[in-house]
């Protein structure tokens, strides 16, 4: 499928309601604030975090920015480290409020970070910024708030964050196989930084970089479920966030491991949805399987692996995400690209014919009743663009090729030229990069029958 779409998340409410809140000396602010934050509650702040076990100065680090936000990485300041390992089920408590690993999920606890705005506020604060990154340097999302005198409950969306229900902003997270351990950076500024602070969180280009008062760094250890490796040559290929059962992974590690006979795949992740935190209400919601060219990660949703009325769906979803991956690996190495050509062109008739574009369509193919989980997109959408034609037809072509074949021969002969061409062409994007006949049948074992069908 595409790229999942990320809901922003705005830790300060509805903009339009927070105007109107404000009056000219901000205490109105601050009294609408109190109400929004602590109706309910008498606790106090939140304690901190135990720290102090490390103290070393933060360097500035080399990291790409992929969330194309302003980077509000601090010049080299004070750090404060805590040692210890954080794994599923552990809670860190920070200064802004707990936040709770589970699996690989970071769920942070939006009345503590409240809470510490306020407090911050009093405190002559300007806000916070929790940064998560892995063993690469790579950053994972942010969770933001900044609350200056002039403004002090406003706060930034924070990239890559989801909520929980209402309360439970989370980053999900997704561990490098070779290092899955990840740091959880917390960023205070103190009140002289609160203007510069407003104006980079709110994407004004500015060269000048607030500089935090305090760092805290905490470790998490993601512990991924590793489908082992099968000898000297193989590697680590799918892991699943909870602790699927091997058997579920091992028809996706085998494709992959054919698929890697083409052209490097990425690694597939399989990950577990999320349960809502509404009160009162009981729901789920699961990440839709998605390939991400710029983190290159195939994620796959384990519902597809454990819903018992469609055995083979976690398989033909991560054949379909191996599939871009493959792709996009191809095009990033400029390998192939006469034949991707050709796959652009076949595109162009296959969207605009609907006939021709349920033929390459995988939901089409699948007989069984089947209830889509809320959220999740139907199986295959080729017309979309080349990357899509090729991995719902790579799907059809290894699952379906019977039916496929049954399908084509009732197309009147006008189109069935055109839908033998597209999958001519996908094929023939799969041959530019491996023409071995033997290796080619293990990923497509109709081969003999679609070659006379085809002909080519
Ligand atoms: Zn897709």
Redesign the pocket.
């Known amino acids: 499928?595409?790229n999942p779409e990320f809901t922003s998340l705005d830790l300060g409410g509805d903009p339009e309601k927070k105007r109107k809140d404000k009056d000219e000396s901000g205490k109105e602010t601050r009294r609408a604030f109190l109400r929004n934050a602590l109706i309910g509650v008498g606790a106090t702040a939140a304690a901190a975090g135990g720290f102090g076990l490390a103290s070393k100065f933060l360097g500035k680090e080399q990291t790409r920015d992929k969330e194309q936000t302003r980077d509000i990485e601090p010049p080299p300041v004070e750090l404060v480290e805590d040692r210890r390992a954080y794994k599923n089920g552990d809670t860190i408590d920070t200064q802004a409020g707990a936040v709770s690993v589970e699996g690989w999920k970071l769920v942070f606890d939006d009345l503590g970070m409240k809470r510490f705005a306020w407090h911050g506020t009093e405190k002559g604060l300007a806000g916070y910024s929790f940064r998560v990154k892995d063993s690469r340097g790579e950053q994972w999302g942010h969770v933001s708030h900044y609350f200056s005198d002039q403004n002090p409950i406003s706060s930034q969306p924070a990239n890559k964050a989801r909520r929980l229900g209402l309360d439970h902003p989370y980053l999900q997270l997704l561990p490098d196989l070779k290092n899955p351990q990840m740091t959880l950076d917390l960023a205070i500024y103190d009140s002289g930084q609160g203007e510069l602070l407003e104006r980079v969180l709110r994407g004004t280009n500015e060269r000048k970089k607030p500089q935090a008062t305090k760092n805290f760094r905490h470790r998490i250890m993601l512990e991924p479920n590793i489908y082992p490796p099968q000898d000297r040559e193989d590697m680590p290929r799918v892991c699943s966030e909870s602790k699927l059962d091997h058997k579920l992974l091992q028809p996706v590690h085998e494709l992959h491991r054919i698929f890697s006979q083409f052209q490097k795949p990425s690694p597939v992740y399989v990950v577990d949805g999320v349960a809502e935190r509404i009160p009162g209400q009981i729901s789920r919601r699961d990440v839709a399987d998605h390939y991400d060219p710029a983190f290159t990660y195939a994620v796959v949703s384990s519902r597809r692996f454990t819903d018992p009325r469609f055995e083979r769906e976690g398989e033909e979803v991560a054949c379909?995400e191996i599939a871009?991956s493959v792709a996009r690996n191809a095009q990033a190495e400029k390998k192939s690209l006469a034949a991707w050509k050709k796959m652009e062109s076949v595109h162009e008739q296959v969207r605009s014919n609907t006939a021709l574009t349920s033929l390459f369509t995988e939901e089409d193919y699948i007989k069984r009743p089947h209830v889509r989980a809320p959220g999740q997109e139907k199986l295959g959408h080729p017309e979309t663009n080349p990357d899509?034609l090729f991995?719902s037809a790579l799907v059809v072509l290894r699952y379906y090729a019977k039916e496929f074949l049954n399908r084509l021969q009732q197309f009147p002969s006008r189109e069935r030229a055109g839908a033998k061409a597209a999958a001519a062409g996908v094929i023939g994007f799969l041959r530019s990069m491996n023409a071995n006949g033997e290796t080619l049948k293990r990923l497509l074992p109709e081969l003999e029958s679609l070659k006379q069908e085809l002909e080519f």
Do not use: L, S, V
């Open positions: 499928m595409g379909h871009h899509e991995a």
